[in-house]
């Protein structure tokens, strides 16, 4: 049985900075996919970034060139970091792996950003 454990969540002002981890344990090998998701009160998940086993990289428009993925394959954790944080930035975000591209999904249990003055 595999877990994903994040960390790092927490309240940052606007134009502030955090930092999300996210690390699977138990049974595994390794994950093809490896990436983040929020949601916000109200609104449905979406897709924030994730990054393929080849290093590929995908991120929402709405967080382009403010945060950055990036992995740690030895260690199966996928980091984000979170740069020049808005409001709207404010969600529970939610660590997701997959062993192969469709099959063996697994989902952390979220860890809650908000971004307020």
């Known amino acids: 049985q595999v877990q994903l454990v994040e960390s790092g969540g927490g309240l940052v002002q606007p134009g502030g900075s955090l930092r999300l981890s996210c690390a699977a344990s138990?049974?595994?090998?390794?994950?093809?996919?490896m990436g983040w998701y929020r949601q916000a009160p109200g609104k449905q998940r979406e897709l924030v970034a994730f990054?393929?086993?080849?290093?590929?990289?995908n991120y929402a428009a709405s967080v382009k060139g403010r945060f950055t993925i990036s992995r740690d394959n030895a260690k199966n954790t996928v980091f984000l970091q979170m740069n020049t944080l808005e409001p709207e930035d404010a969600a529970v975000y939610y660590c997701?792996?997959?062993?192969?591209?469709?099959?063996?999904?697994?989902w952390g249990q979220g860890t809650q950003v908000n971004v307020s003055s």
């Open positions: 138990g049974s595994t090998s390794g994950f093809y996919y």
């Open positions: 997701h792996a997959r062993v192969r591209p469709t099959t063996g999904y697994y």
């Open positions: 990054m393929i086993s080849s290093g590929t990289t």
